[in-house]
């Protein structure tokens, strides 16, 4: 039982790392990808194991594209946005933020919040079209 904790522990630690270094949101088909170069043999069935643990324990956050799969990145990061490719289906993180806050609400009503969702092709899928 100690041995399979240890193995927890260290693919559990692989994928914090996998999150470390992202540079946009991952899916779990592309956590475990990253994951493997780290700890061979690791399965998919560990990486969804290991995101659910990582969001109660608030280490990342998911990011909700309407129409595609949940993605995941690190919590706490500055704000910003999101831009999703239409050919690739890869999303990528935006820096700043497009929204003035200067839209109208209804009388009495207060913004909390938002989410800015940018839709395109990445440079990657743009000639492939
Ligand atoms: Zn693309
Ligand atoms: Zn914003």
């Given at each position: 039982m100690a041995a399979g904790v240890q193995r927890n522990t260290k693919q559990r630690r692989a994928i914090q790392e996998v999150f470390r270094a992202a540079e946009r949101p991952l899916s779990p088909e592309e956590i475990l990808e990253r994951a493997r170069v780290h700890v061979k043999g690791i399965?998919?069935?560990?990486?969804?194991?290991?995101?659910?643990?990582?969001?109660?324990?608030q280490f990342i956050v998911p990011v909700d594209i309407p129409g595609h799969p949940s993605r995941?990145?690190?919590a706490g990061l500055k704000h910003h946005h999101h831009f999703a490719c239409m050919g690739c289906g890869r999303v990528f993180e935006l820096e700043g933020c497009p929204y003035n806050g200067e839209t109208d609400v209804p009388r009495g009503f207060t913004?909390?919040?938002?989410?800015?969702?940018?839709?395109?092709?990445?440079?990657?899928?743009?000639?492939?079209?």
């Open positions: 399965g998919q069935a560990t990486v969804y194991r290991s995101i659910a643990g990582l969001l109660s324990d995941y990145e690190l913004v909390t919040g938002h989410e800015v969702i940018l839709y395109g092709r990445c440079d990657h899928c743009q000639g492939a079209a």
